[in-house]
């Protein structure tokens, strides 16, 4: 059943990352085809591909450098056998383990940030989904008190995915709600709080002060739990996801991201740049708008179905 589940993922997953494998994998077959020999050209000819596929340039430098060496070192003189040693520098960039939510503790926090419009409450539900499919009970703080609708949103994902909510009025104090949560938890003996935050942008500061009082209510009131912050990015939005990701580390100390709406774009490059420049592991990755289309980031499935 599990095997048929993963397959099922691996296979949106493939059809997934259709635009992005058109983008860098079918423009890599021709060039390496129309060369046949390898030169400096070629190389050149790569390192376009890559770039306009949202690997950014320091990353697809870095690449190209390494087929150079490994061309050299390994005598390869077959323009087809480029590809085999690309798809493994890809996956030495993202490793090969799974990297799991640090979720030991009872209760766990799961604070989810992120700017409008990425798909953060959507992914707060389905998150909600994967954890309570691996048996946890699981409670919802909707600590979005900024936007109009951002609560009934949350809610009708907390049904959806059969989850508990805490709410308060639409402009109460955040960091409130995220203390009536953790105080419920605590008595109903909760595994993991997950909290939505206001679709803040890096540019407005009262927003990131705000994040920082529930960081505070959450050290005082759970001081040895295990925090995850996940940062949810839009992976249609390329290389502006990368500097959204380093605006938000430097405020908020992100431990993992969310990529959302990887289907529909040919920039899934930015899971290579992300990993390679910020060094932030990709967590939860997003194929589909359905509830299980949002699964925990397997690197290796990732590069295979890439490269397929």
């Not at 899934?268 to 420049?277: D, R």
Request: with cysteine; aromatic share 4%; charged share 30%.
């Amino acid at each position: 059943m599990m095997e048929a589940k993963r397959m099922g993922f691996f296979e949106k997953l493939k059809s997934g990352l259709k635009k992005t494998r058109e983008s860098i994998t079918h423009k890599v077959d021709e060039l390496l085809v129309s060369f046949g020999k390898i030169d400096e050209d070629l190389f050149d000819e790569l390192e376009e591909i890559l770039i306009t596929s949202d690997i950014g340039v320091e990353t697809t430098v870095k690449i190209v450098e390494k087929l150079k060496e490994r061309v050299k070192k390994e005598r390869i003189t077959n323009a087809l056998d480029v590809k085999k040693i690309l798809k493994e520098e890809v996956a030495l960039i993202l490793g090969t383990e799974k990297e799991e939510l640090k979720l030991n503790t009872k209760p766990s926090i799961i604070i989810v940030i992120g700017v409008n419009g990425v798909g953060k409450t959507t992914s707060i539900g389905k998150i909600c989904n994967v954890l309570k499919q691996q048996g946890k009970k699981v409670m919802m703080a909707a600590g979005d008190t900024f936007r109009a609708a951002a609560i009934d949103q949350l809610e009708i994902w907390a049904k959806r995915s059969g989850v508990d909510i805490i709410k308060h009025a639409e402009g109460a104090d955040p960091s409130a709600v995220i203390y009536d949560a953790i105080t419920a938890s605590k008595a109903r003996g909760y595994d993991v709080i997950v909290c939505d935050t206001a679709g803040r942008l890096h540019t407005k500061k009262n927003l990131m002060e705000e994040l920082k009082k529930i960081f505070r209510v959450i050290s005082r009131e759970l001081p040895d739990a295990d925090t995850e912050t996940l940062l949810v990015l839009d992976a249609t939005t390329g290389q502006n996801a990368v500097s959204q990701a380093k605006n938000f580390t430097e405020a908020a100390g992100v431990t993992g991201l969310v990529l959302t709406k990887l289907d529909g774009t040919a920039k899934g490059g930015i899971v290579v740049t992300i990993k390679s420049e910020l060094n932030i592991p990709v967590k939860f990755i997003g194929v589909g708008e359905h509830i299980d289309e949002l699964q925990p980031f397997d690197p290796k499935a990732f590069v295979d179905a890439l490269f397929s």
